[in-house]
Each structure stands twice: as structure tokens, then as C-alpha cells.
């Protein structure tokens, strides 16, 4: 038997401040929002202005909450939700895991239209500019999960120069699939999207760059699904496909009509520069 490798023993927690502790997973998170906001705040400022970078900063609260309360709500609704009904205390266990990408991503979303209602912005120019900034968190995400040696692959043949011994995976090599994520949800769909985000007739088309995150995302999962053990307490749902590549289809589907839509749509021209707008009257 070719030899294969072992999983890094990595420690969960990357320093401990007393009886605090600062886990990998953690960071991910901040450092995934942080970035992401970085990164609106230049783009919000390109024409067609969606709006400023002011607005940016304020965003940062929402999008958080939006992130936790959403990411957490989705894994107890659609991964264990007979479980929760029945220990809803453990709901606000979060430190014991348990958080959906795709509730995360509703929790982003309400956040979004709640925040564009409530400063009075175009939702889809808003939604357009935040989505190219997602992918950071994905891939950082993605790498928490390799680091915690959690969420790994299904088997792979030794054969397989990457194939991998995980702790907790039992003795046979698997595909470390978090990994595989991490580069196509993360790396290459930021990539996609970022290059995107550089032509302004891209982002005169409010919704298209949404419409294409939801399709890439929805493309990049649904293959890495192929590779990723599923959870033991669903497996797999009727013919084969995986609760991840089940969720991603009203992805794919509300991404099309977005890219479709926003190419039927007018010119966005933006909103005004600051000294274009009118001065106050006395």
C-alpha cells in the first residue's frame, strides 16, 4: 500500500488569553468580515457609486449579525432540526459548532435589504458589490475547517498523492475536501467575481455580479459535494445528492434569473458625487 499523508496536528486554538481562548475558526470569521469590508469600501466608490465608505464601516454590524444569527439558524433548520426542537437550549451552544453557509447567506441577505430600506440605496448595485467580497470568508472558513480537522472528504484511492488520514476520519486516506472548497468557493470565485468587478459595464448591470456569485458558488459546491463526506446524521438523500447539492439549487436557478434580468435592465447610473448633490437650503 502506498504510504499516504498523516492529518498536521493542529491546535484548534490559537492562543489563550487567561480562561479565553482565540480559535482558529474564530478568526476566520473576523478576518473574513474585516477583509470584506476592506475590500467595499473601494468598491462601493467606483462608478456607478452604490454608495460610500462610510456606509461600508456601518454595514460591518449588520453583516455580522447577519452572518451568526443566519449561519446558525440554518444549520438547526435544515441540517438537525428534530434535535434542536428537542434541546433548543443547545441553539445557543455555538461554541460546540455548527453553522450553515447557506443560512449565513440568507442571514446576508436580509441584512442587505434591510440596510439598503434603511439608507435608501439601489439593494442589487449594494448586493452586487458585497458578494465580490463573500469568497475572502468562504476560503478562510474552508481552512478553519482543515485546521480543526473537521468536515472531511469522502475516501480516496492511497494512489492519490494528497490523500489523507484524518483523526477522526478512521484509518482510510479521504480527499481532504475542505481544501478543495477553500480554493474553488474561495479562492477562484473571488478571482472570477474580483476580475468581473473591474469592468464598469459589469457594474452598470445591478444584479449581474450577485446573479454570478450565487451561480459560482452553487457550481463550486455542488462539485466539491462529490468529494466531501456527508454529514453521518443525514447521509445521502434520495438519488445520491447530498443536502449541500440540494441547497444549491435554488441558488443556481435565482442566480440565472438575476444575470438574465440585469442585462434586460437600464443603465445604472449611480448615485450622485458629493458635490453634485444639491446644497441645503437656509
Given at each position: 500500500m502506498l504510504p499516504v499523508l498523516m492529518f498536521p496536528q493542529f491546535d484548534p486554538v490559537l492562543v489563550h488569553f487567561g480562561p479565553l481562548a482565540v480559535?482558529?475558526?474564530?478568526?476566520?470569521?473576523?478576518?473574513?468580515?474585516?477583509?470584506?469590508i476592506m475590500l467595499l469600501r473601494r468598491l462601493l466608490a467606483l462608478p456607478p457609486r452604490a454608495?460610500?465608505?462610510?456606509?461600508?464601516?456601518?454595514?460591518?454590524?449588520?453583516?455580522?449579525?447577519?452572518?451568526?444569527?443566519?449561519?446558525?439558524l440554518g444549520y438547526v433548520l435544515f441540517y438537525q432540526p428534530s434535535?434542536?426542537?428537542?434541546?433548543?437550549?443547545?441553539?445557543?451552544?455555538?461554541?460546540?459548532?455548527?453553522?450553515?453557509?447557506?443560512?449565513?447567506?440568507?442571514?446576508?441577505?436580509?441584512?442587505?435589504?434591510?440596510?439598503?430600506?434603511?439608507?435608501?440605496?439601489?439593494?442589487?448595485?449594494?448586493?452586487?458589490?458585497?458578494?465580490?467580497?463573500?469568497p475572502i470568508g468562504l476560503?478562510?472558513?474552508?481552512?478553519?475547517?482543515?485546521?480543526?480537522?473537521?468536515?472531511?472528504?469522502?475516501?480516496?484511492?492511497?494512489?492519490?498523492?494528497?490523500?489523507?488520514?484524518?483523526?477522526t476520519g478512521g484509518p482510510i486516506p479521504r480527499h481532504p475536501s475542505q481544501l478543495y472548497e477553500s480554493l474553488t468557493e474561495g479562492l477562484l470565485l473571488f478571482l472570477i467575481l474580483f476580475a468581473a468587478s473591474r469592468r464598469q459595464s459589469v457594474r452598470e448591470r445591478p444584479g449581474f455580479l450577485?446573479?454570478?456569485?450565487?451561480?459560482?458558488?452553487?457550481?463550486a459546491r455542488s462539485f466539491?459535494?462529490?468529494?466531501?463526506?456527508?454529514?453521518?446524521?443525514?447521509?445521502?438523500?434520495?438519488?445520491?445528492?447530498t443536502m449541500g447539492q440540494l441547497l444549491c439549487l435554488p441558488m443556481l436557478v435565482a442566480g440565472i434569473v438575476l444575470m438574465m434580468n440585469a442585462r434586460r435592465q437600464p443603465i445604472y447610473l449611480g448615485l450622485p458625487e458629493p458635490h453634485d448633490q444639491p446644497a441645503a437650503k437656509n
Open positions: 480559535r482558529w475558526y474564530a478568526l476566520s470569521y473576523i478576518l473574513g468580515i474585516v477583509l470584506g454608495g460610500t465608505t462610510d456606509l461600508a464601516d456601518d454595514f460591518l454590524t449588520w453583516v455580522t449579525i447577519g452572518v451568526l444569527v443566519g449561519g446558525r434535535y434542536y426542537l428537542s434541546h433548543p437550549v443547545s441553539i445557543l451552544e455555538v461554541w460546540h459548532g455548527g453553522m450553515s453557509f447557506h443560512g449565513g447567506a440568507l442571514g446576508v441577505i436580509t441584512a442587505m435589504v434591510l440596510f439598503t430600506w434603511r439608507y435608501k440605496l439601489t439593494f442589487l448595485a449594494f448586493a452586487d458589490r458585497v458578494t465580490v467580497a463573500v476560503g478562510l472558513g474552508r481552512l478553519a475547517n482543515f485546521i480543526n480537522g473537521e468536515l472531511w472528504g469522502r475516501e480516496a484511492p492511497a494512489s492519490l498523492p494528497w490523500a489523507m488520514i484524518f483523526p450577485a446573479g454570478m456569485f450565487l451561480v459560482g458558488y452553487g457550481c466539491c459535494e462529490f468529494f466531501r463526506e456527508p454529514d453521518s446524521f443525514l447521509g445521502f438523500l434520495p438519488g445520491g445528492i
